[in-house]
Each structure stands twice: as C-alpha cells, then as structure tokens.
C-alpha cells in the first residue's frame, strides 16, 4: 500500500491550492480517505475526510473553504483549498482507511495507511 501526495507549495494569503493523492491500494478497499495537517509543536488534527459512500466531514477552521472529492475509479482524492490563510501552513498528510477480508473465514482486516506530507505555505 502507498500513498502519494501532491499539489503542496507556497502562496499569498486568498489564495488557492489542490492537492492530490493517489492511493496504490493492492487487494484492499478503501472506506475513507481524509486530509490531516500538523504544524510543529502540534498534533496531527483531520482537515477533511471523505467515506466510501460519498459523505464528507470538515475541520470547522475550513468549512466553506476547502472542498474534499474523490475519483474512485483513480483511488485519488482531491482537497480544493480556497481562501487560504496564514494559519492554514503546515504538512498536509493523506490518509487512507483500508479493509480487506480472509479469503478463509472472512474475518477483516482494518488498516490506516498515510502518506508522506506535502508542505503547504500561505504567506502573506
């Protein structure tokens, strides 16, 4: 399993930007994915998330701001970052929450995987 990210960078307050990550998910299924960031000295907290059946959930800080999707046919998930603000810095991590069952007694099998972070800089 491997996540890769994408689509972090550096910009001036207002303004937009979109990360991607695509997920490499072998035999498992995805049930959720979601976009966490983390700011040093602080935990990790969750920006957005998407469930498998479509439905999202947001940080209150981005709500109206930031927009999670999906293309489940590409196992990628998208974050539309709009209106950006200084306190909006910091490494960007996809998540993916992965299941699969024994092919014996059907029994799953839950698993996060994360990828690496994307930095993402609002300046002012």
């Known amino acids: 399993v491997q996540l890769q990210a994408s689509g972090g960078g550096l910009v001036q307050t207002g303004g937009s930007l979109r990360l991607s990550c695509l997920a490499s998910?072998?035999?498992?299924?995805?049930?959720?994915m979601g976009w966490y960031r983390q700011v040093p000295g602080k935990e990790r907290e969750l920006v957005a998330g998407?469930?498998?059946?479509?439905?999202?959930n947001y940080a209150d800080s981005v709500k109206g701001r930031f927009a999670i999707s999906r293309d489940v046919a590409k196992n990628t998930v998208y974050l539309q970052m709009n209106n950006l603000k200084l306190e909006d810095t910091a490494v960007y991590y996809c998540?993916?929450?992965?299941?699969?069952?024994?092919?014996?007694?059907?029994?799953?099998?839950?698993?996060?995987?994360w990828g690496q972070g994307t930095q993402v800089t609002v300046s002012s």
């Open positions: 998540a993916a929450d992965l299941i699969r069952y024994n092919d014996h007694d059907g029994s799953p099998t839950v698993f996060r995987s």
């Open positions: 998910i072998g035999n498992w299924r995805i049930t959720g």
């Open positions: 998407i469930l498998s059946g479509g439905s999202t």
